[in-house]
């Protein structure tokens, strides 16, 4: 009970950190100011966390494995993210619609570029896979036959596991690729973003999941009364959420083959909104 106390409290500090983030980007206009009053902030929050973890002692290797797996990195996340908006900021040419785009173009092409440096940890991550998750989110447990990272003797090894750094990195990327289209998207109509709360969405959890969403919307004749049919509905969704559905027959035929759980993603849904519903209420 007081281990899912405290992942709670670190959760709930989460959700509290990032609704101060997005207040302070509806309140300027100028990004610049924007990131380095998120950075203080964020190191504020992180601070906070380090010092809460190295006095808990984890009841368990799974919980241990939750915290450093998909607590953690969401902070670091952030602070990624804002330090890349200032130098993209700092850096970004002050005038010439073709500049600016070639600009973020460039740093496109290099956050996309940047998993090779860790492509097997990355496919394992976005796979969802958890097969070495006792070696990569727990402390002091490593293989020197696994690719190790290159700073494996020079980080506080008690706030770091192996790769919690990288998944902070892959949640942040994405991020920052999602904010660069959106300023290249306004470029191209004439004006450049203010912030990145205006980014466009993209879809960025399992494409199982979004297809078990789509089918449960559209049976329940959610979009045009059911008249649109379900191929144009995914369609409509690939658009929006720029995300390639073109085999999503095949996927409902494996969810409905499922021997169990079959509405997984639409239970989890269910499950976060109704423990956020409770947190809350405390």
């Keep these: 009970m007081v281990e899912k106390n405290f992942l709670k409290r670190v959760e709930k500090d989460y959700l509290r950190m990032?609704?101060?983030?997005?207040?302070?980007?509806?309140?300027?206009?100028?990004?610049?100011?924007?990131?380095?009053?998120?950075?203080?902030?964020?190191?504020?929050?992180?601070?906070?966390?380090?010092?809460?973890?190295?006095?808990?002692?984890?009841?368990?290797?799974?919980?241990?494995?939750?915290?450093?797996?998909?607590?953690?990195?969401?902070?670091?996340?952030?602070?990624?993210?804002?330090?890349?908006i200032l130098e993209i900021e700092s850096l970004k040419p002050k005038s010439g619609k073709k500049a600016i785009r070639k600009f973020y173009e460039n740093w496109i092409a290099k956050l996309n570029a940047d998993y090779l440096g860790y492509v097997e940890f990355y496919n394992y991550y976005k796979r969802e896979a958890t097969y070495l998750d006792q070696k990569y989110f727990v402390r002091n447990t490593y293989d020197l036959k696994m690719k190790l990272p290159d700073h494996l003797y020079s980080f506080d090894d008690g706030f770091t596991t192996f790769y919690d750094h990288q998944v902070a990195k892959i949640i942040s990327n994405d991020e920052l690729i999602n904010f660069l289209l959106a300023a290249v998207q306004k470029l191209e109509r004439g004006h450049v973003p203010k912030t990145g709360v205006e980014n466009r969405l993209k879809w960025t959890a399992p494409k199982v999941a979004l297809i078990e969403l789509i089918y449960a919307l559209h049976h329940n004749r959610c979009f045009n009364a059911g008249a649109l049919d379900l191929t144009g509905t995914a369609k409509v969704f690939e658009d929006l959420l720029e995300v390639d559905l073109q085999n999503f027959h095949k996927v409902i035929t494996e969810i409905k083959a499922r021997k169990s759980n079959r509405t997984k993603f639409l239970q989890q849904l269910q499950q976060n909104l109704e423990q956020l519903f409770m947190d809350t209420d405390l």
């Design 18 to 84: 990032e609704h101060s983030l997005l207040e302070m980007e509806q309140q300027q206009e100028d990004r610049l100011m924007i990131a380095e009053k998120c950075l203080i902030l964020i190191d504020e929050y992180i601070r906070k966390l380090k010092s809460q973890v190295l006095k808990h002692q984890f009841d368990s290797m799974a919980d241990e494995v939750c915290f450093f797996r998909n607590l953690k990195p969401k902070f670091i996340s952030k602070y990624l993210y804002y330090n890349q």
